[in-house]
Nanobody, 120 residues
Framework: QVQLVESGGGWVQPGGSLRLSCAASGSIVSIYDMGWYRQAPGKQRELVASITSGGNTNYVESVKGRSTISRDNAKNTVYLQMNSLKPEDTAVYYC??????????????WGQGTQVTVSS
């Protein structure tokens, strides 16, 4: 079993910054892609950013230039640095990870979510 634990959410004024962290633990052999998704009230969950094990990144257009995803493979941790935050960034942010486990298993796991609120 694998657990993803997120931290770093909270309230921030427009133009502010937050850094989200997500640490994976458990029966992990290796982690492939890791990503951050968000879901605002009344909207579908959307991909914000993703990063491969080799460091290749992908961003949704609305956060390009304002956010940076990174990972520390030694710590099985993915980060999302968000700058110049806007009210429309308000959402619950979820991390996920594609994990190779023992006995050749492959599964995608999700964190519990962390609230990000951007308002004045």
């Amino acid at each position: 079993q694998v657990q993803l634990v997120e931290s770093g959410g909270g309230w921030v004024q427009p133009g502010g910054s937050l850094r989200l962290s997500c640490a994976a633990s458990g029966s992990i052999v290796s982690i492939y892609d890791m990503g951050w998704y968000r879901q605002a009230p009344g909207k579908q969950r959307e991909l914000v950013a993703s990063i491969t094990s080799g460091g290749n990144t992908n961003y949704v257009e609305s956060v390009k230039g304002r956010s940076t995803i990174s990972r520390d493979n030694a710590k099985n941790t993915v980060y999302l640095q968000m700058n110049s935050l806007k009210p429309e960034d308000t959402a619950v942010y979820y991390c996920n990870a594609a994990v190779a486990g023992v006995r050749g298993t492959y599964s995608v796991y999700w964190g519990q979510g962390t609230q990000v609120t951007v308002s004045s």
